[in-house]
């Protein structure tokens, strides 16, 4: 099945999103601290649609495809049934906790409040306006749009961002590890903006490819 127009338009946005920091270190100078500020905001971007998503969501959820993840020691699957209310506040404090425990370290250890106090808030409000605008389009004309919120369960859709945040940033942080820090050449930063948009884009295509194969199968007939 071909994508729709809207998930197309959402992938140029999310490319265009991504070439504002790779523009920024390659011409403006801008380091490892201001993109590890940038990429934590936009994790909780990416929570607070994650919210609007499961607050929307109509479609049922099948523990079985669901994987094998606890959350304080309960399992994903026992979120199955609850009211989308009761799954998205447990999201809230849940992934508030993990989005909270992330920006310390991107603070304190990569000195993610450098830019800010140095007075460079265009290297960190640009990018993330660009970033959060892919997320806007991709909700409004897939998730709305496209309807997928008539195939996505909630408990799937509080998964989503933990598959996609966390590999992310474990990648990105990690990576900034790798390449020296603060003090990294620009070669290597631009690598790590090129990782971060392949991740991006699994992370949309695999989101999407999950409410065509709903779609799919409930649009195939059953056995007479």
Do not use: C
């Amino acid at each position: 099945m071909r994508s729709p127009p809207g998930s197309r338009v959402a992938v140029v946005g999310l490319l265009a999103g991504n070439a504002i920091p790779l523009v920024g270190v390659l011409f403006y100078g801008w380091g490892v601290p201001a993109l590890l500020l940038v990429y934590w905001v936009e994790s909780a971007v990416v929570g607070v649609e994650s919210i609007a998503k499961i607050l929307r969501a109509e479609g049922t959820d099948d523990p079985a495809e669901l994987p094998s993840m606890r959350f304080n020691d309960r399992s994903v699957a026992s979120f199955v049934g609850a009211p989308n209310r009761s799954i998205a506040w447990f999201f809230v404090q849940h992934y508030g906790v993990f989005w909270l425990v992330h920006g310390v370290f991107v603070l304190t250890v990569f000195r993610g409040f450098a830019p800010l106090l140095d007075g460079e808030w265009v290297s960190v409000a640009v990018p993330t306006v660009g970033l959060a605008s892919y997320h806007v389009v991709s909700y409004r004309l897939n998730f709305v749009g496209y309807r997928e919120f008539e195939r996505r369960g909630p408990v799937a859709l509080m998964i989503d961002p933990y598959r996609r945040v966390l590999v992310l940033h474990l990648t990105i942080v990690l990576g900034a590890f790798a390449i020296g820090g603060v003090s990294a050449p620009v070669g290597a930063v631009v690598v790590m903006v090129l990782v971060k948009t392949a991740l991006d884009l699994r992370g949309h295509w695999r989101t999407h490819e999950s409410a065509t194969e709903r779609d799919v199968d409930a649009s195939t007939p059953g056995p007479e």
